[in-house]
């Protein structure tokens, strides 16, 4: 078996920035009347008959539980007095763009992850700045001094570390992980905030007796790699501090998709359409924040007894709107062969993805 060495390299200096709650942080920017008050970016469940999602909320709606993609019903329920925004996406896109623009006079490799948020490797940048905390601190400077926003930033020597120090202490934090103190940081990080560790994989974690970093080093590469497959394969790394892969400027999206696994079935029509809705609204959502269109509409299925369907409809014209993407979802479903087996996973997801082009027609 060949046995691969552990190589980390620690030349690079990398910035990730992440603003701070950004949709609900320029409304309130733009209407001084909200400051202080939980503001939530989604459709008002009151006008819509408990429908819709969060898309974001601003940090005192926060310390009521709410959070991104929660039913806009819940959220309401836990902050009935919380100021609902529908959200104006176009100009999160220009705000955003004018972000990205900072971020370019200090360096042209940045990698957007998406509107609000990016890797920038600042090794060798634009002013001849060797320290990259001081990139950060004059960033962090710019944006707030010329969009009146905050946002917090991480600094270390790899993305996956620097992801991580950016949530370290929010909103307007600056957290530097330097190599001496990368282990000392991941050993004691619960490791449900291990960047790319879901809710399931943190169930196996647990079953493992993993609950840190610290727990994550006791268990051998090849026991994650037989459990986790690549992604075992990545964490053995990331335990170590370890992640090489370089800040790519022209990073492109293929797909954007939506998935929920159930732990009590699905097996009326009604309930099943409601989830696909909810799916679909996700996508849409984060098509809006990623400013992409999508030609192909996938449904995902996966039934009781493991089986998984999953089928794809090519409109004709590229689109991002919620009702086509439902829509198309629906009548994927509807076309299935019926089955009295329950359903315990459904997705939805739009590939093909583009940028923005003014020859796009949006569907109505």
């Not at 925004?85 to 955003?96: A, D, F, T």
Request: aromatic share 8%; with cysteine; net charge neutral.
């Amino acid at each position: 078996m060949l046995i691969f060495p552990l190589i980390n390299d620690t030349s690079r200096k990398i910035i990730h920035i992440d603003m701070d709650a950004f949709f609900a942080s320029v409304e309130e920017r733009d209407d001084p009347s909200l400051n202080g008050k939980p503001v939530i970016i989604g459709a008002d469940p009151r006008k819509t008959g408990g429908r819709g999602v969060v898309s974001t909320c601003n940090y005192e709606a926060r310390k009521f539980g709410v959070h991104s993609a929660m039913s806009s019903k819940e959220a309401y329920e836990r902050c009935p007095q919380a100021i609902f925004i529908s959200g104006n996406y176009s100009k999160y896109r220009e705000v955003g763009m004018q972000v990205r623009e900072i971020f370019h006079r200090y360096t042209d490799l940045v990698e957007p992850m998406s509107i609000d948020e990016a890797y920038l490797d600042v090794t060798h940048n634009k002013l001849g700045i060797k320290s990259a905390i001081k990139v950060a601190k004059l960033i962090q400077h710019d944006i707030w001094n010329e969009l009146h926003l905050t946002c917090s930033a991480g600094v270390s020597y790899n993305k996956f570390l620097a992801k991580l120090a950016s949530d370290f202490e929010k909103p307007h934090g600056l957290t530097l992980v330097l190599p001496e103190q990368a282990q000392d940081f991941l050993k004691e990080l619960p490791i449900e905030k291990f960047y790319g560790v879901g809710k399931k994989s943190v169930e196996k974690l647990h079953a493992l007796g993993v609950y840190d970093g610290a727990d994550l080093l006791e268990i051998s590469e090849m026991e994650l790699i037989d459990r986790f497959g690549r992604f075992g394969y990545d964490l053995y790394r990331r335990a170590r501090g370890i992640n090489n892969s370089p800040v790519k400027p022209n990073r492109k999206r293929k797909s954007i998709g939506s998935e929920r696994t159930y732990a009590k079935l699905l097996y009326n029509e009604a309930d099943i359409k409601a989830e696909i809705a909810k799916n679909a609204q996700r996508v849409a959502q984060t098509l809006e924040k990623n400013q992409k269109f999508g030609k192909t509409i996938v449904l995902k299925v996966r039934y009781a007894d493991f089986k998984t369907l999953t089928k794809r409809v090519t409109l004709e014209k590229m689109t991002r709107d919620l009702a086509v993407i439902e829509q198309t979802a629906n009548s994927i479903f509807d076309s299935l062969e019926e089955s009295q087996s329950g359903i315990r996973l459904l997705g939805v997801t739009v590939t093909g993805l583009e940028e923005e082009h003014e020859d796009i027609i949006l569907d109505l």
